[in-house]
């Protein structure tokens, strides 16, 4: 299987580096939980244990089985072939250990595959929080939409470092419905699909820096930067796909991943910075080695002090599959270190604190972990965000970012309701600058386990706030949060790709009124840029008209390429797209329009 490495700029040192040595102390290879399977080719009962979580996380029969679970699994799966078929469901990820994705091989019809949690016109409306990374499929089923890898998903469902040979199927229709059940996803990086890619029924997807045989389908907003193979742009849903595109991913570091050699030892690997990349990459050049004798793997019973002490040491730490209450913030303040989780673990704000609180320091990576809003206190006092990067006022460097992978933020789905409520000021607060975020779903639940959510249930303010100059964003979706859902302060930001929906619940006096809106860069702000930015409405519960989905500066309005409304249903509506640009998306009916 060839692979490309096509116009990347590698920031960094030979191929390979070893990182120099923290404390040594930790056991290579590591105790892994019961929450962790570790396998290898001819190993006995793999099929029944992934078969298992499957059927505690995933399945359609209730629809979306497993959404709210407190279960959480990751599958590490050594170098080799592996003939079974790997139903992927709620809080589970997948990862191939070796070195290349070509090193673990799914040889079985399906492979390693993710279905729609809903039969019905619902479809993967909800099919959440799951991903897989690091291996090679040669998935040859035939599904009603195609023949290969099927990817049914929506938010928080990634795919990485994937090789695909065939297609690459991103919905799913299933009789006898008359239609393909909807999709709300989606985003994959450095992935190669020899077939073609279907997004089919996704309402948008972002994808960046991988080489796929074709690409055919989209609904409203697709957003591809430094694809290979990738369709010519166009700007809405008229006679063509809607494609936002970018010759080249700007700046970039790929999300750290896990390898175990033939005596067994596992390793950290923390990939460099690249600059103008385009196409798939798994070259290990300027790649950080990081023996695990130097890595703090966590049980799911430790506290934030326990785990405070290791990242203190210098350690990084890789976060077991677990949910763990966090009762002070867990702070990363050495150059270089990485939090990496695995099966969506899960940190929770337990004492209305920040969860993970990067320091002023250069070259941080946090991927793999759901941030997760907790109780207010008895004075209604919330947490002020659930990741803060920085102090304030610290620029960063531009070849040593930080970087945020794979990393989401919710505030109610398990709770939020009036019996049971949570509450968040902030999800995510970047005040530092040089700081890339690639890929993450910052939501505001809409619906809980067991009740509905209220107005005043599961307070957040805003998903993101960036105060920091020179940060990027890849595939950015933030959703249902109380009044701006994104403000963006700093200076020559980029983002590739926004998907947002604005609340159900609010009055015109709560949301309306007070002028708020999906995205709102700052009056001071004198460079920024946004490809595919889109804000969706539906006011579920009362009438509501809002003047602008995105608020920016005049001078900026020409740097936001093909932006979009869309009126899903419901009530009211969104008046004009970009400050008073753009036609009216106050319908009747489901309408979408963009400013081309």
Known sequence: MQVFVLLAVV?????????????????????????????????????????????????????????????????????????????????????????????????????????????????ALSSFWRSAENFRTSASNKWNVGTGMMWAVSQAAPIRRVVVDNDLLLFEYEPPISGAGESSGGFFANVQVSGKVAPGSQQQWFARDSTVGSWTGGVWNIVLAGVKGAPPP??????????????????IAEKPYI???????????????????????????????????????????????????QLAAGLSVVVSPGIYQIEAPLVVGKKGQVILGLGFATLVASKQNVIISVGDVDDVRIAGLLLQAGPPGSTNTTSPTLLQWGNGGYAGTASAPGVVSDVFGRVGGPDGTAASPVAADIMFHIKSGNVIVDDTWLWRADHAAGAAVTYESNRCQHGLVVDGDDVVAYGLAVEHVEQDLTIWNGNNGKVFFYQSELPYGVTQAEFGDPGYCGFRVSPHVTSFSGLGVGVYSFFRDFDVTVKSAIVAPAALVKNFVAPLTVFLSGKGGIEHIINSEGASSVCNTSCVHYVC
């Not at 499957?54 to 590490?76: I, K, V």
């Not at 166009?234 to 700046?251: E, L, M, Q, R, W």
């Not at 703090?296 to 430790?302: P, S």
């Open 259 to 309: 390898t175990a050699d033939a005596s067994g030892k596992f390793t950290l690997q923390v990939p460099p910075v690249k600059t103008n990349s385009v196409g798939s990459d798994f070259s290990t050049e300027g790649t950080v080695s990081i023996d695990f004798s130097d890595v703090y793997v966590t049980k799911t019973t430790d506290t934030a002090t326990i785990i405070n002490e």
């Open 234 to 251: 166009h700007c809405s849903n008229v006679d063509g796909v809607p494609i936002t595109s970018a010759p080249a991913t700007p700046t």
């Open 11 to 123: 920031v960094g040192i030979a191929a390979c580096t070893t990182a120099a040595p923290t404390s040594g102390a930790q056991p290579n290879p590591p105790v892994w939980p019961a929450s962790v399977g570790v396998f290898a080719p001819g190993d006995a009962g793999i099929q029944d244990k992934v078969n298992a979580a499957f059927a505690t996380n995933g399945g359609h029969e209730p629809a979306n089985h497993g959404q709210f679970s407190t279960d959480r699994y990751a599958f590490l799966f050594k170098p080799g072939s592996y003939d079974i078929d790997c139903p992927v469901g709620y809080y589970t990820t997948i990862h191939g250990l070796g070195t290349a994705p070509t090193d673990v091989v799914f040889t079985s019809p399906k492979g390693v595959y993710s279905q729609e949690g809903d039969f019905t016109i619902g479809g």
